[in-house]
T-cell receptor, first 116, second 119 residues
Framework: GAVVSQHPSRVICKSGTSVKIECRSL??????MFWYRQFPKQSLMLMAT?????????EQGVEKDKFLINHASLTLSTLTVTSAHPEDSSFYIC????????????FGDGTRLSIL | AQKITQTQPGMFVQEKEAVTLDCTYD???????LFWYKQPSSGEMIFLIY??????QNATEGRYSLNFQKARKSANLVISASQLGDSAMYFC????????????????FGKGTLLTVNP
């Protein structure tokens, strides 16, 4: 079964709305989670690294005020797309890894965001 | 410069035949890891196989094997006995940089190869 749960799977909303996406690790504690963005027929681009109890680390070119990340617990990270516009429409996917456990990261099922 | 290069945007294979998906990488680190993921049209990322830079033997997982040629910096995925359900996007990814073990690492992905298995 899934070890990383991502919710919602699909969002359609009006321009100007803020959208929150949740990423939960289900059977392990994730001190670090990663948020990726994927445009149609393109690769996954890392947006930011979410660190439990501290500020997220954003990749170059990613607006931290636009994409707010909160990692308040060891099992939950949230990505909020603030005042979303049509150009923010994309597929957002998170992954989680556990320190001290040499396993591949687990990915959520992704969130398809459509801004009208 | 691209760190992960997948030169095949699309590949076709006949059911039950083997197929090789190419991946070359660029890193100056001695310690790194290479991953292959499968992404069906539904979007989820499915881990297939992993090769560490210090692993002496090529990784294998069921019908998946990794042809790791360190000197050439290539990590090609071989899928044997293709099935219709193998039709998907395949991504090669790399972990590099300082790593203290565990699974807290950033991944850099290639652009992917769309595999279509024909009946």
């Amino acid at each position: 079964g899934a070890v990383v749960s991502q919710h919602p799977s699909r969002v359609i909303c009006k321009s100007g709305t803020s959208v929150k996406i949740e990423c939960r690790s289900l059977d392990f504690q994730a001190t670090t989670m990663f948020w990726y963005r994927q445009f149609p027929k393109q690769s996954l681009m890392l947006m930011a690294t979410s660190n439990e109890g501290s500020k997220a680390t954003y990749e170059q070119g990613v607006e931290k005020d636009k994409f707010l990340i909160n990692h308040a617990s060891l099992t939950l990270s949230t990505l909020t797309v603030t005042s979303a516009h049509p150009e923010d429409s994309s597929f957002y996917i998170c992954s989680a890894g556990a320190a001290g456990r040499n396993q591949p990261q687990h990915f959520g099922d992704g969130t398809r965001l459509s801004i009208l | 410069a691209q760190k992960i290069t997948q030169t095949q945007p699309g590949m076709f294979v006949q059911e039950k035949e083997a197929v090789t998906l190419d991946c070359t990488y660029d890193t100056s680190d001695q310690s790194y890891g290479l991953f292959w993921y499968k992404q069906p049209s539904s979007g989820e990322m499915i881990f297939l196989i992993y090769q560490g830079s210090y692993d002496e033997q090529n990784a294998t997982e069921g019908r998946y094997s990794l042809n790791f040629q360190k000197a050439r910096k290539s990590a090609n995925l071989v899928i044997s006995a293709s099935q219709l359900g193998d039709s998907a996007m395949y991504f090669c990814a790399m972990r590099e940089g300082r790593w203290s073990g565990g699974s807290n690492y950033k991944l850099t992905f290639g652009k992917g190869t769309l595999l279509t298995v024909n009946p």
